[in-house]
């Protein structure tokens, strides 16, 4: 097992435009997490999947972000009419579910420069 | 509401030096504990973990206990080395969290030769 992947690992897009990341968590676990993380700052919890249901979803995910994870395997993160604010690391992290208060694994990151 | 409050840093110490950071929180109920490493240009890496209050996590030489009555979980390692470099996020999670982590501002430590 590789791990918890993320691509791409840096994107670089202009205001105003849409951007995908992708996660694919370890295959056995069926949470899976994402975060951002600013500069300077903790992670901040965005939202959660448990199997192919979003469970939880922050304040911090506004309209603009969207999550899938279709399969219950990997998961997409995408941000509309992308704002400076929106630079950031943006986490991935994956559980079994039993074991989300154990700590869970987390992917290296995608780095996002809104422009 | 639950939050972490870590110590600032950064922090620079030589090798073999003692290392404290230090670590309190704020969470109802009976949260879990954690520390969390960022290596230069890696992931967060799970360090150590506690679960239940007087617990003692440890790993790589680093320890935490969970202290209860003081509310602090504080890193310490007895003599950190070069490649203890890193930024160190404490975190918790709570019974209503479903396990979702909330955590500090991380502290970044720097190990001189």
């Keep these: 097992d590789t791990g918890v992947s993320q691509n791409p690992r840096h994107k670089i897009t202009k205001r105003g435009q849409n951007v995908t990341f992708r996660c694919d968590p370890i295959s056995e676990h069926n949470r899976l997490y994402w975060y951002r993380q600013t500069l300077g700052q903790g992670p901040e919890f965005l939202t959660y999947f448990q199997n ?59 780095r996002l420069t809104v422009v | 509401g639950n939050s972490v409050t870590q110590m600032e840093g950064p922090v620079t110490l030589s090798e073999e030096a003692f290392l404290t950071i230090n670590c309190t929180y704020t969470a109802t109920g009976y949260p879990s504990l954690f520390w969390y490493v960022q290596y230069p240009g890696e992931g967060l890496q799970l360090l150590l973990k506690a679960t239940k209050a007087d617990d003692k996590g440890s790993n790589k030489g680093f320890e935490a206990t969970y202290r209860k009555e003081t509310t602090s979980f504080h890193l310490e390692k007895g003599s950190v080395q070069v490649s203890d470099s890193a930024v160190y996020f404490c975190a918790l999670t709570y019974g209503g969290s479903q396990g979702n982590l909330i955590f500090g501002k991380g502290t970044k430590l720097s190990v001189k030769p």
């Design chain 1, 52 to 110: 192919e249901a979003q469970l939880e979803k922050s304040r911090l995910l506004s309209d603009r972000f969207s999550a899938e994870r279709p399969k219950g395997s990997f998961s997409t993160l995408e941000i509309q009419r992308t704002e400076q604010g929106d630079s950031a690391m943006y986490l991935c992290a994956s559980s079994f579910s039993t074991g989300a208060f154990y700590g869970y694994t987390f992917g290296s990151g995608t």
